[in-house]
Each structure stands twice: as structure tokens, then as C-alpha cells.
């Protein structure tokens, strides 16, 4: 089987409107979601998968209470889990107290072995991609003032409620969130389904 990738353009950020080079993207195949995902173990490991599905569940629950606790937890060659913290800028230590100081997000790094032998595995193939993100109906910049102008009335905007705001699909909303962290506009926060996105706030 082979992993398929397709180039892309870079974002025009300054809206120059010259070309931008290309990039090299995974064009994914779909989610595997949990049931499958255990289907999969569990045809390998011969384990049945219920069993396996009360293991994740306890995996799951013992590694956010370990991190809530102040622990790093490695997963051996795949790799491990850490926090990162975020709070008020202050130049003496005696101006915060614990209630001003908030999770920033959980952070999971892969072991180099790991990624060495996904890496070693990957056999790639160019596939022009079937979900390619179709032009947006606004450009950039009006997409980029209709956002700054909702995060003048709420405190945060969701992916879901982007989309909405600038009738674009999941793909191009993602793309351009992204664009705008990397540009400084914004800042995100939390993980999986809880992400949101903020103005940055100047230092």
C-alpha cells in the first residue's frame, strides 16, 4: 500500500498575488476511528476487542490523571506526553497566584525510533488530491477582517463557527486558522474537539 501526497501553494499572505512555491501534502485516506482501530489490533494481537476497548479506556483515564499531576508519561518507542502551561505576563513571581494560571495545551512528541520506522515503511505515490481545497468566496484578507471582527464581540471562535462565518469546507477553514497563527494573529488553545482560537494578545 502506498501513502499518497500532493503539492499544494503556499498561503499568499501578503497578497501579492504572485505564485507561490509548491509543497508536498498527505492526501488522506480517511479516519480509521476507534472501533476500527481496534478491529485492526485486535485481528493482529489475536486479543478480543472488547478487551481491548476497556484497556483504552483505562489507558485513557490513567494518563489524564498522571498529567494532571504534574507527570510526563513516555509510551515507550512511540513517544510521550507532557504539558504546557499559560498564564499572565508579569516580571516578579509574587504577582501570580495558582488561579491565573491555566493548561496551554498537551503537548505528545514522537520517539525518533518511532518516526524512523514510519518513515522506513512509507512508500509514496503521487495521487492528485479528491478533497483539494476549492477556492474560498472571500480572499484572505476579507477573510481575516470578518474574523478579527467577530473576536472584537466574542472571546474565541471555534473552526465549526468559522466555517460558518466564511462558508468555507473543514480543510480550507483549517488552512487558513493556520495562516493566521503563523502570521500572528492568532493564538490556539486546548486539543482534539476542544480547540479554540483567540486574538494574539501584543506582548
Known sequence: MSLYYDLYPGA?????????????????KGTIEKEEFLEHVSRFCHLNKSVLAGAMDAFQSELKELLANGWNVSLGDIGYFSLSLEGPKVMSKEEVRAY???????????NKTFKKE??????????????????????LEECRKMLEEFLKNHPFITREVYCRLTENKKERALKELNTFIEAGVLERHGAGRTVIYMLKQPI
Open 12 to 28: 499568499d499572505i501578503q497578497q501579492t498575488g504572485e505564485e507561490q512555491p509548491l509543497y508536498p501534502r498527505v492526501v488522506a
Open 100 to 110: 491565573s494560571i491555566d493548561l496551554k495545551n498537551i503537548n505528545f512528541r514522537v
Open 118 to 139: 514510519v518513515r522506513s515503511q512509507m512508500k509514496l505515490e503521487r495521487k492528485t488530491s479528491l478533497t483539494r481545497p476549492e477556492a474560498s468566496k472571500y480572499t
